[in-house]
């Protein structure tokens, strides 16, 4: 497996604007990918996106401009095995408004957001903390980038 972050930077929808700058970041989603496996020009893809009403895998055309991609150094199966568990959860609005706009950082178990799903796979600490711009500063430092 050669597991990415993807970290959408298109356009997309108000929401997405409010995200941004709520978080502070140019990023409003992120997916898992793994670069290695797809169909055509697109990836498999697993996130918590509420256009797809919640926890799934997608296949994503990651070249479309707008995605950055981050490869993780340093994963293994159960990151993936976490997130296909959780599939058909519902998306956590509720928890990305006080999470990440009021700092409350509770979460959900019947219910996730992108970086709190991905937080989760990864095993990082207090999923419900982490936004999409923060996922990326914390694999660029696993992986020896940056500060």
Not at 5 to 29: F, M
């Amino acid at each position: 497996m050669a597991l990415a972050l993807a970290l959408y930077v298109g356009p997309g929808t108000w929401k997405d604007r409010v995200i941004r700058w709520v978080t502070r970041s140019s990023y409003s989603h992120v997916e898992l990918t793994d670069l290695s496996w797809g169909i055509g020009d697109r990836s498999i893809c697993w996130s918590a996106s509420p256009r797809d009403g919640g926890v799934r895998s997608k296949l994503i055309d990651l070249r479309s401009g707008h995605w950055l991609i981050v490869p993780i150094a340093e994963t293994n199966a159960r990151t993936v095995d976490f997130i296909e568990r959780e599939a058909g959860k519902g998306y956590d609005w509720f928890g990305l408004v006080f999470s990440q706009f009021f700092n409350w950082r509770r979460q959900d178990k019947k219910r996730w957001f992108c970086s709190e799903l991905i937080a989760a796979a990864l095993d990082l600490p207090r999923p419900a903390m982490w936004s999409p711009g923060d996922l990326k500063a914390m694999v660029e430092r696993m992986n020896g980038v940056g500060p």
